[in-house]
């Protein structure tokens, strides 16, 4: 049995300018998907490659997230997206190993504001971890 597309990921360039513009605009995914008529998820499928979409769709997204279709021709023929740093480090950590892991979490902690909650650790595994570094 070939494997559905939603459990395969193939990340185009399409949803690569599409992610783009609905992050320089602000829009949470939920909020894209108000404007454009889908579910928030059904985005998160197109942007994160599991859903193909149709050239008419990206037309309705573009116009949905405030940019014109030349805008759009615009950056996807040439002009360089920035770097999201969020989705690099993300991936950057998915590769670390435990130890690795652990030394990164003890700097990360010490960059959250003052009186930030922190939801997964307690005091003692994070002056743990801080002793491992």
């Known amino acids: ?13 399409e ?3 599409l992610r783009y513009m609905r992050l320089s605009r602000k829009l949470s995914l939920n909020k894209a998907g108000r404007l454009i008529g889908i579910t928030g998820s ?15 769709r990206i037309e309705t997204m573009v116009r949905a997230f405030g940019y014109t279709q030349d805008e759009y021709l615009e950056i996807f023929d040439g002009r360089d997206l920035p770097l999201n740093l969020r989705d690099e480090c993300t991936g950057i950590i998915k590769q670390l190993d435990d130890v690795k892991l652990q030394a990164v ?17 307690s005091p003692s595994q994070v002056r743990a971890l801080r002793r491992v570094v």
């Open 42 to 56: 059904a985005i998160a499928h197109i942007e994160g490659g599991r859903m193909e979409v149709s050239q008419a």
């Open 15 to 17: 949803a690569i300018v």
């Open 105 to 121: 979490y003890a700097v990360l902690v010490n960059f959250m504001p003052a009186g930030a909650a922190r939801t997964t650790q």
């Open 1 to 13: 049995m070939a494997p559905t597309r939603s459990s395969q990921k193939r990340i185009t360039k």
